[in-house]
């Protein structure tokens, strides 16, 4: 089992900037994916950006440019910096992480609000 817990949502103009973070605990490591999902009021989650244990790196389109996926194995920590926030960022934003033999697991969410 993992479990994981986000910090760092909140309120913030549009063209400013947030960090997430999101802290693991559990059976750390056995993870071999970390990254970030979010989702619009009744939508599913969408993929934000990953991340291997070896570093690379994934992205969807509409962040690229804007937001930086990292990760802390030796603190089984990972990050999201969101700058250049847009409206349309607006979401709660989960924390992910799969196990090596295929399991996922989601933190509780944390609301990022951009206003205009």
């Known amino acids: 089992q993992v479990q994981l817990v986000e910090s760092g949502g909140g309120l913030v103009q549009a063209g400013g900037s947030l960090r997430l973070s999101c802290d693991a605990s559990?059976?750390?490591?056995?993870?071999?994916?970390m990254g970030w999902y979010r989702q619009y009021p009744g939508n599913q989650r969408d993929l934000v950006a990953t991340?291997?244990?070896?570093?690379?790196?994934n992205y969807t389109d509409s962040v690229k440019g804007r937001f930086t996926i990292s990760r802390d194995n030796a603190e089984n920590k990972v990050y999201l910096q969101m700058s250049s926030l847009k409206p349309e960022d607006t979401a709660v934003y989960y924390c992910?992480?799969?196990?090596?033999?295929?399991?996922?697991?989601w933190g509780q969410g944390t609301q990022v609000t951009v206003s205009s």
């Open positions: 992910w992480a799969r196990v090596i033999w295929g399991n996922a697991y």
């Open positions: 559990g059976s750390t490591s056995s993870i071999n994916s």
């Open positions: 991340i291997r244990t070896g570093g690379r790196t």
